[in-house]
C-alpha cells in the first residue's frame, strides 16, 4: 500500500484524523465513523476495518491520560469483561453485521434509544447489573465486525446512569480493551501487514491531540449541554447507520 499512497493522501489523513480525534473526545466517538470515508477510497474497504482497530489504542489511549479522573472503573470492567471474548467473535467474521439490514436495525435502536433513556430516567430506571453485562455482549460482537460500533458504547453507558465527560472516559477505557482484542484478532488473521500498521500508527498518532483539544472544550461546558451534544451525536451516528443500510 504504502507505495500506491501519495504524500498529499497521507496529509489527508492525518487532518481528518485530528478533526475526528477532536470530536470524537467531545462525543465520545467519531473516529471510527468518519475516518473510513476517507481511507476506503486511499486503502480500499478489505483494510479499513483492522486500522481503526489498531488507531483505536492510541486514539482511545490519549481519551483515557486527558480524562482519567472521569473513568467509571465498576462500569467499565462489567462491559469490558463481557465484551472482550464476543469481540473476537466479531473480528473472526468482521463482515458479519455490516449487511444493510443490519445497518438499519443498529441505526433505528440508537435513534430509539435517546427518548428511551430519558423515559427511563424519569421513571429513576437505569441500565445496570446484568443488563449493563447484556449489553456488553451485543456490543462485543458489534465492536469486533464494525469500525463505527463507538456509538452503540456511549448510549449503553449514558443509559447505565454516566453523563457528560464520565461517559468520554468510560468510554475510552472499554473502547481501549477492545481494541486490543481486535488487533489481536487481525494479526492472528493475517489482516494486518505492515502497510495497514504504518496507516493505523498515522491515523492513531495524528488523532491523538484531538483528546486534550477535546478535554479544554468540554471543561467550560455545563453538564446538561455535554449530555445535549452526546444524545445528539447518537441519533446522528444512528442516522448515518439508517443511510448507509438504505443504500
Request: aromatic share 6%.
Amino acid at each position: 500500500m504504502p507505495e500506491h499512497v501519495s504524500l498529499l493522501q497521507y496529509l489527508l489523513v492525518a487532518l481528518c484524523a485530528l478533526g475526528a480525534g477532536t470530536l470524537g473526545g467531545v462525543a465520545g466517538y467519531g473516529t471510527g465513523l468518519l475516518m473510513p470515508l476517507v481511507l476506503v477510497p486511499i486503502v480500499g474497504a478489505d483494510a479499513v476495518v483492522p486500522i481503526i482497530g489498531v488507531s483505536a489504542l492510541l486514539t482511545n489511549g490519549s481519551r483515557v491520560a486527558a480524562f482519567r479522573h472521569e473513568v467509571d472503573l465498576r462500569r467499565a470492567l462489567i462491559v469490558a469483561s463481557v465484551a472482550i471474548p464476543t469481540c473476537f467473535l466479531g473480528a473472526y467474521g468482521y463482515t458479519f453485521l455490516s449487511g444493510a439490514g443490519a445497518s438499519i436495525l443498529i441505526g433505528s435502536f440508537l435513534i430509539a434509544m435517546v427518548p428511551l433513556r430519558i423515559a427511563l430516567k424519569r421513571l429513576r430506571a437505569r441500565l445496570s447489573g446484568a443488563g449493563l453485562a447484556a449489553a456488553g455482549v451485543g456490543y462485543g460482537l458489534l465492536a469486533g465486525g464494525t469500525s463505527g460500533s463507538g456509538v452503540v458504547l456511549i448510549s449503553i453507558l449514558m443509559a447505565s446512569g454516566l453523563n457528560g465527560r464520565a461517559v468520554v472516559a468510560t468510554d475510552a477505557i472499554i473502547s481501549m480493551a477492545i481494541g486490543v482484542a481486535k488487533t489481536g484478532a487481525f494479526q492472528a488473521f493475517g489482516a494486518l501487514p505492515l502497510s495497514s500498521w504504518i496507516m493505523a500508527l498515522l491515523v492513531g498518532l495524528s488523532a491523538t491531540p484531538g483528546a486534550f483539544i477535546a478535554k479544554r472544550l468540554t471543561e467550560s461546558l455545563p453538564i446538561h449541554i455535554h449530555n445535549a451534544i452526546l444524545d445528539a451525536a447518537i441519533v446522528c451516528g444512528g442516522a448515518i447507520l439508517v443511510a448507509q443500510g438504505l443504500r
